[in-house]
């Protein structure tokens, strides 16, 4: 994994500026209710893009912002599928809502059973918070390679990818908040540059996942010395053909 790559792959496209310009005006108009439901999820399915570039070894991972319809639609279905992750926590903190209105006297607070409960349900919605944070980078390296909406859903699939690549995994979520984290100096850079840093924060994102779904190279087959994994059970090897032994020769 090219960590340094991840933070400055960015500049070496010759049109970068324009690029992340875009991207950031985006951004900026996300701010705009109604607006945001186009220009927002345009932004979630260019960094999909970027994502499956990056994973198939593209030199120039940033794509042209020519293709505004299908990373609208891809940002949709991707934001469904997490939606869809999240509705258990939804569903727990209405629960607790609906607990803490029924329960609340005339002082406006619950009953101390009633704090019990609301808080066991609240502990529970943090935890599947963080569980959805940590799983949410495997179903975007999933969707974005595979571009299905099921493909978000194929558990097996999805915690083989984890397990394959888990220290590469931690490490590109690390990375991830470590960039955002330098994004918020944009700041200093006034209204605009904290939307530009935020616009790098996601293309680093993307290429840091996009370094862990990329397929394993095939082993090389044939020279001395070249490593072959090990055969899968159930696959067969093909044994080099034989050769006929040669009996004795016969004098003359």
Same mark, same amino acid.
């Given at each position: ?32 209710? !109604?607006?945001?439901?186009? $220009? ?10 970027? *994502? ?9 991972? *940033? ?11 891809? %940002?949709?279905?991707?934001?469904? %599928?997490?939606? !869809?992750?999240?509705?258990? =926590? !939804? ?8 607990? $803490?209105?029924? &329960? ?9 059973? =009633?704090?019990?409960?609301?808080f066991g349900l609240q502990c529970l919605t943090w935890i599947w ?14 969707? =974005? ?29 690390? !990375? ?12 200093? *850079? ?13 293309l680093v994102e993307a290429h840091i996942y996009g370094q862990?779904? =990329? ?15 090990? &055969? &899968? ?20």
């Open positions: 994994m090219d960590i340094g790559k991840s933070f400055t792959y960015v500049f070496d496209d010759e049109q970068w500026v324009q690029k992340v310009v875009i991207g950031a005006l985006l951004l900026l108009a996300s701010i705009i209710p !109604i607006v945001n439901i186009f $220009t927002a999820l345009v932004v979630v399915g260019y960094t999909l893009r970027v *994502l499956k570039n990056v994973s198939d070894g593209a030199e120039r991972p *940033l794509p042209h912002w020519d293709n505004w319809g299908e990373d609208w639609l891809k %940002g949709l279905l991707f934001v469904l %599928g997490m939606l !869809i992750y999240a509705l258990p =926590a !939804i569903l727990v903190g209405g629960m607790a809502a609906i607990i $803490t209105a029924v &329960t609340a006297g005339k002082s406006g607070e619950p009953s101390s059973g =009633a704090q019990i409960c609301i918070g963080l569980l959805v944070a940590l799983w949410q980078p495997a179903v975007m390296i999933r969707f =974005a390679r595979e571009g299905r909406f099921a493909a978000m859903f194929e558990f097996g699939a999805l915690w083989s990818l984890i397990r394959a690549h888990a220290g590469d995994y931690i490490i590109a979520i690390i !990375i991830t908040f470590v960039a955002q984290f330098l994004s918020m100096f944009g700041v200093i *850079l006034c209204v605009i540059g904290v939307f530009l840093t935020a616009f790098w924060a996601l862990v779904g =990329a397929p394993a190279a095939p082993a090389a087959v044939g020279g001395e010395g070249d490593f072959l994994g090990p &055969t &899968t059970y159930g696959e067969l090897t093909e044994a080099p053909p034989s050769t006929p032994e040669e009996g004795p020769k016969e004098e003359e």
